[in-house]
């Protein structure tokens, strides 16, 4: 397994990072105290609840960069080490509860950065607060468009929802030779409403022809009576963008209402063979993910096979742009260490941005560099479910 430390080698390379002095471990005369810095960075997600395997997924990839950063002494930026401490706490899914987590963190824990939380709702609020304080975030799942528009203090590692939804309907028509779709969607969910509202808009611009748009409430179990509407129009794929827990109940109930088109979804499907009662409910769907275990670049398999030992288990999509988010990050803190600036100021935040706004890595989830508005620039994973696993069908 390659370590942490390595990775970060390859970020000086890129970031040409050179010796620093000061930072929180020196004396006021500029010696060294002999003692190393530590900066605390938080990590905000769903502990708790139904999406609570985001949760644990986010923190067996800070585990994991945790562990090797430690083997290393923290940290390694020219001669000097810095400790990183890594800080938890439960969003619970509830935007109420990100604001106060975040609060903790900024104005109890005094973190340098955040990393999540993983719902974008809970951006939404959580991310308001850091921007006044002027913490950097970047969050490892929300996709939602307005959570980097909040200001330049927020960052994610993942694509947003515009370019699911798009992505989709592209491929329903060029891939899968689609000529009718219909849409099934959260009306409680800006993820769900972004991604639906994008690929119906692709979908016309295809010439692929949407006979069918239907919607649930937040929350709901029962969607039968929509399926039925959707399966008397015989569209050839069916999108449905949210989260695993709620597409394990509507492929059961597809199923029962007779709907025969090839299911399509999002990210937020990663998982949903962990959680559906029949596999074969989800046989021929295709989703777009962050990344596969299946992709056989370098980045990906050292990931891979570092947690599958950390852990006797396979990394999803929220582990992997979890660990992206927090190497994004160290690589950005590294830069501000190199100044010499002291942690938690004003020109140590800004030189975080700065370093954020110049990323051009190799990272799990793909060659990452940021556009005008913080969104990372990479290709996605469409992942195909059949024979009851998913299977890496390639990068689109």
Known sequence: MKRFLSLLLALAMMFTLVACGGGNGANSDGSDAGVPDTIKIGVMGTMTGEQALDGDNIKGA?????????????????????????????????????????????????????????????????????????????????????????????????????????????????????????????????????????????AAAMGMEVVAVESYADGATEFQSQLTNIAAKTPDVLFIPDYYSVIALVAQQANAAGVTATMLGSDGWDSVLDVVTDASLLEGSYYCSGYSTQDTSEAVQTFVSAYQEKYDASPNMFAAQGYDAAMIMCAALA??????????TAEYMAAVIDALNATDMECVTGHVTYDEFNNPEKTAAIINITGGAAEFWGKY
């Open 335 to 344: 830069k501000a260490e190199e100044q010499g600036l002291t942690a938690g």
């Open 62 to 202: 800070i585990a994991l960069i945790q562990q090797e950063l430690d083997a290393d002494g923290g940290l390694k930026v020219g001669d000097k080490t810095v400790k990183i401490e890594f800080v938890f706490g439960d969003s619970e899914a509830k935007p109420e509860q990100a604001v106060n987590v975040i609060q903790k963190f900024i104005n109890q824990d005094q973190v340098v950065a955040v990393l999540g939380p993983n719902n974008s709702s809970d951006c939404l609020s959580a991310y308001e607060v850091a921007q006044t304080a002027g913490v950097p975030c970047i969050s490892n799942c929300a996709t939602n468009v307005k959570v980097t528009q909040i200001g330049e203090y927020c960052f994610r590692s993942c694509f947003i929802d515009p370019f699911q939804g798009s992505k989709m309907a592209s491929f329903a028509s060029e891939k899968l030779s689609a000529k009718t779709a219909a849409v099934l969607y959260n009306t409680g969910s800006d993820y769900s409403i972004g991604c639906a509202e994008a690929f119906q808009e692709q």
